[in-house]
């Protein structure tokens, strides 16, 4: 090889180094991911095909070992044996070559935090992160409160296990819609979950649902047991070193079945052979889409403990045990556009549209690029040959941009509030904002408030889903609520929502879009008109909805609790050409049922009650007044001149309502009268 080459490849090593370090300190340190997991294999295998060509391995090599510190403030341990990774594959014929005529268990390759569990004497003693592989964060009070561990097993020996702790997508949907400060919520499960294992208060752990599925029993030696196991060991030819193999018959999955009989939770594996390996790899790919674990491949595991064990390992593998990745769908297609979407926190991603593709079985049309940084190292360009694939088979990504023509322009103003934008930079990633203050927090609340329970009531779009929705550019305008299937294929395959969730939502916009008219002039926000507001605007306007937008001061004034302030509240809300708009979309998608309530409305519209006495056709006073309420009329405490009828059963009272009412010549009537002009009288049963 000629030396400039050599020394060019070299030079490449170094920076190969330096990216895949700065990723895994982020990754592992601070659960946050700088590049996706699709580059970082790619930069790896780049780094590896390149220590092969070179015949160099440099000190500090990612390929070696881990490299980063643990950097937290629990208590540290080094582990007795360094938890190392695990050699990959994308090939099924890899995996069956390597298994050769043993027999394997092949498992969910689990996506969360990596935990080693302790017990003595029944009890569980310890529990530490795997951390860098070496050094572990001791979290033994935080996994007496995950959901599922023993604290308590019936084996009295020592036994060491390993395991994965992590948040089911159903939970993290829930958990991360609680948290209330959108900068605190969690990307994805197994974010969530490092965040929650590495507590220093145990009382958030144990709110957050953390499951442990052990994949690998380390140890099991007893007091009990060492007699008995001695001769077992002997007799199953293994070395005698104090474990108690022999009770598990040599086999790694008698040692997962007596896990089970301790109380454990097991990861979910299949027996295999090189022969059913394919078929058993089809099986966890048609479950993957449905799985609530998180999970990001498959492991492969020598069922035969002794001859997985004498097979040792590398520096950074064991060779008992093979990661299988999938070898995801990738697929040509044509970039169109950049989406720009707003959040929340001001944060504004870019989003590429492509022509729609045929991805593990759904179409798939959009893609998050995540960041500025991103998008600028794959120099994206409208037009340009991008290939995709779906992260873990579901999550839309770009793998790829073939001809690199870089030229997307980054919009120098909101796309939601028209304010301006400035991309900061923080640590390695750079992300563009929106700068006004108001942007999209008051775009939230407001869209919040419009499917609040009081106003259109659609079960399903809390707060923080309509912020992903927002975000990902499915939601501009109050209209659009009522177009989310859409955005299906994005939508169910967004963290936290499934074909279910979506079917739920649909259900619910549909049934929302049937509504009245007092929701909907509660729901579109105008300052200081509440509920009750609201209400009484309808009623006085009749429930006319055209008048009630044209209304001058005046009209507005004259309504019961509508003073000077809101009145120039709604008027200057409908002077707004975007809120108009806005509102006339809204209206353009609901059925409004207001009959009904308009003819009842109607009947006592500027009439005042007064209820004295005790009540029988109303369950209480508070029934009749609502009742009142309903039909346009008022119900006040005490007769004057204003009042039109006093409602008293007793007629004949001298009570002194009565004798003011008789005073002032206002008529008293009954219950049964007050029915009557209601109407109902024949429903009084
Ligand atoms: N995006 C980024 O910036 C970035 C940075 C660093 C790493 N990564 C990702 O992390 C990967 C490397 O991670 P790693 O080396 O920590 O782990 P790994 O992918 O090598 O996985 C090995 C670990 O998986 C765990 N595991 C889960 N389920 C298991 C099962 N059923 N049986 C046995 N073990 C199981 C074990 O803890 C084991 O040590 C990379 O391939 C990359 O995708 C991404
Ligand atoms: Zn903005």
Redesign the pocket.
Known sequence: MDQKQNEDKILRMKELHRELLA??R??YQESR?????FE??RLYDELLELEKETGTVLAGSPTQKVGYEVLSELPKEAHEAP????DKTKEVPVLQEWLGSQKGLL????DGL?IVLTYEGGELVKAVT?GNGEIGEVITNNAKVFSNVPLRIPYQGQLILRG?AIIKYSDFARINEEIEDVDAKYKNPRNLCSGSVRQLNNEITAKRSVNFEA??LVRAVGPEAAAAAGDAVAEAGLPDDGTDHGRFHNSRKEQFEWLKTQGFDV?EYKEVTAATLPDAVAEFAEAIQSYDIPSDGL?L?MDDIAYGDALGRTAKFPRN?I?FKWADEIRETTLREIEWSASRTGLINPVAIFDPVELEGTTVSRASVHNISIMEALELGVGDTITVYKANMIIPQIAENLTRSGNIVIPKICPVCGGETQIRQMNDVKSLYCTNPDCQAKKIKSFSLLVSRDALNIDGLSEATLEKFIAAGFIHSYADMFHLDRHKEAIVSMEGFGEKSYENLMAAVKKASNTNLVRVVYGIGVAGIGLANAKMLCRAFGYDFERMRHATAEELTAVDGIGAVLADAWIDYFASEKNREAVDGLLAELTIENEAENTEAAIFAGMTFVITGSVEHFANRKELQAAIEARGGKATGSVTAKTTYLINNDVTSNSSKNKKAKELGIPIISEQDFLSMMGEENNAD
């Open positions: 990723a895994s982020a990754y991911e700088i590049m996706s997991n970082y294999d938890m190392l990774s695990l498992s969910w390759k689990l990596t795997r994965e994949f690998m990861v492991v595991l045990s990661a």
